[in-house]
């Protein structure tokens, strides 16, 4: 287990979005993925505002397609859900570009963000957010008003902590700067294929945040993206275990403070990827794979 804010929880969450955007499960295999990640001990569930369809609308039941789902996943869930914590984000919208390609937009001004916690708040069905993160800093408006706006959050009780996602160590700073203790967690790309964010990764490690890299494997459009000249793969076959195992089991090994949201669609590939954790690298492994 590892430490999230006042929380024990799995060294991996488990990553929704998939389950909600293009290429999703029908809902109920959905719904059968979250009952499964919690039977297999998965204790925190990342979600966002954004993860439905491009296109979609509130009017067409579309928006918080993956909020309404999770809430729906833990209702119908009959074992023991005493420990799981639930974490979702504001600051992304989907909608269609002119060619129509499915986007992501964004929006960081305070009226919106804190209209669209409330949302969040009534798609989950909780009195308060366990953890919401600002999604991705909106260039057009300040972050010192985005910022803000999550303090306005805590100070109402609408959540109950804070996390800062695709953020520069000087925004960490910043947003500790304002939220103190309730900022717990900083959400970053980070995998093999993915490193430039290691700076943030460190800095969550100096001052005792949680780090949760995510697309840990990749991205789920990329699960077989080539990594540093195969020496994952080189590691799994001496072990005799699929590469990403051993790129989780990697990414465990930056620190306690790590923990790495994958997404999922099928059983199988959570089955394999949830042994990760008894997967003990050592020192020569890591040297190897960097
Ligand atoms: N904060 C942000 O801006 C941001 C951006 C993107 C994502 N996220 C979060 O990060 C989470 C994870 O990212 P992601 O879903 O993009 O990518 P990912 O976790 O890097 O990759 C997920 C893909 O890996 C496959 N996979 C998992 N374990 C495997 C195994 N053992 N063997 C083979 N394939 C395996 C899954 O396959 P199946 O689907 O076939 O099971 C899935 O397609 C998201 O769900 C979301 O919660 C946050």
Known sequence: MRKLGPWEVFELGLGAMPLSIEERPERE??????????????????????????????ENGEEQHNEKLIAEALRTYTGDKSSVTVASKVGHFRYFDHTGK????????????????????????????????????????????????????????????????????KQIEYAKSVLGEKLIAVQNQFSPAYTST?????????????????????????????????????????????????????????????????????????DDSIKAVELNLTEDDLKILG
Not at 30 to 45: C, R
Not at 105 to 125: N, V
Not at 151 to 158: A, C, H, R, T
Not at 250 to 269: A, C, N, Q, Y
Request: aromatic share 12%.
């Open 29 to 58: 295999k959905a719904i059968e993925v979250i009952h499964h990640a919690l039977d297999s001990g998965i204790n925190h569930i990342d979600t966002a505002f954004a993860y439905y369809l491009a296109g979609g609308t509130a």
């Open 198 to 270: 290691l700076d943030t990764l460190e800095y969550c490690r100096e001052v005792g945040l949680t780090f949760l890299p995510w697309s840990p494997l990749g991205g789920f459009r990329n699960p077989d993206l080539l990594v540093k000249d195969g020496v994952f793969e080189e590691v799994a076959k001496r072990y005799g275990v699929s590469k990403q195992q051993v790129i989780l089991a990697w990414e465990l090994s930056k620190g306690e403070h790590v923990i790495p949201i994958p997404g999922f669609r099928r059983f199988e590939t959570m």
């Open 102 to 169: 499915a986007m992501w937009g964004q929006q960081g001004c305070s009226r919106y963000i804190l209209d669209t916690a409330q949302k969040s708040r009534d798609a989950l069905g909780v009195d308060a957010i366990d953890l919401y993160y600002y999604h991705r800093p909106d260039l057009n408006v300040a972050y010192e008003e985005s910022i803000g706006a999550l303090n306005k959050l805590l100070e109402d009780g609408v959540i109950k902590f804070a996390g800062v996602s695709n953020a520069s160590v």
